[in-house]
């Protein structure tokens, strides 16, 4: 399976999750590339929608691979495996670890602005992104939703690495992936179009 885009991506994970769409689910996507993929997810569902901001802590020679992730509400989660396996020094997390924690405030005042986070007590809550390799991020949305009170917390992805599904089992109360291939290189080689997303375009998927 090959996706052609993010929104394209959206209505097919939508089709898996069409049991939740008498819930009234508020549905967090992930910024940026999970944000157009939960637009269309709350589209078919009629739910609601905002976004849950965290951040990966990617090593620092190779970013894209998560040592642990950061969340608002300061819940932090480390990957020791990665850690361990790569010999990451403790400062060295540190100082990536303050660069992202500023870039995820950056993000919450720009995506939200004066506008308050759509209350999650006591709901449903859906938390989507476009794709999910180690689920260090994912984790770390999970742990946010449940400190602000969610009833129940659902992950959904059009992709992931069998690895990250068997973390998130562990953390959701419901995992839901359309394509877990036997080896993932990486999420993009899964879509088409896996352009780096614009802070406008994450700004238009919310209709901000």
């Known amino acids: ?4 885009t ?11 999750l069409t049991h939740l769409r008498d819930t009234q689910p ?19 569902l ?7 901001v965290v951040r990966k802590l990617g090593l620092p020679w190779q970013p894209e691979l998560a040592m642990g992730a ?31 924690r500023r870039e995820l405030d950056r993000r919450v005042r720009l995506l939200r602005g004066d506008r308050p986070a759509v209350p999650v007590a006591g709901r449903l809550v859906v938390i ?3 794709g999910m390799a180690t689920g260090a991020t994912a984790v770390v949305a999970c742990r946010v939703a449940r400190a602000r009170g969610a009833d ?10 069998d690895e990250a599904v068997t973390r998130l ?14 080896w993932l290189g990486g999420v993009g080689g899964a879509y088409r179009d896996f352009h780096q997303l614009t802070d406008a375009e994450v700004r238009s998927a919310l209709r901000l």
Do not use: F, K, T
């Not at 020094?89 to 992202?100: F, G, P």
């Open 46 to 52: 009629g739910g609601d929608l905002d976004v849950i």
């Open 128 to 130: 989507v992104d476009d």
């Open 152 to 161: 129940r917390v659902v992950v959904a992805m059009p992709v992931s690495s």
């Open 70 to 100: 950061i969340g608002e509400e300061h819940v932090r989660v480390l990957n020791a495996d990665v850690i361990a396996q790569s010999r990451v020094a403790e400062s060295a997390l540190a100082d990536v670890e303050v660069s992202e």
């Open 1 to 4: 399976m090959l996706y052609a």
């Open 169 to 182: 089992e562990d953390e959701a109360d419901e995992v839901v992936c359309p394509l877990v291939p036997r």
């Open 6 to 16: 993010r929104a394209e991506a959206g209505r097919e994970l939508a089709a898996s």
């Open 26 to 44: 508020l549905v967090l996507g992930l910024p940026r590339g999970g944000v157009p993929v939960a637009a269309e997810v709350a589209r078919a």
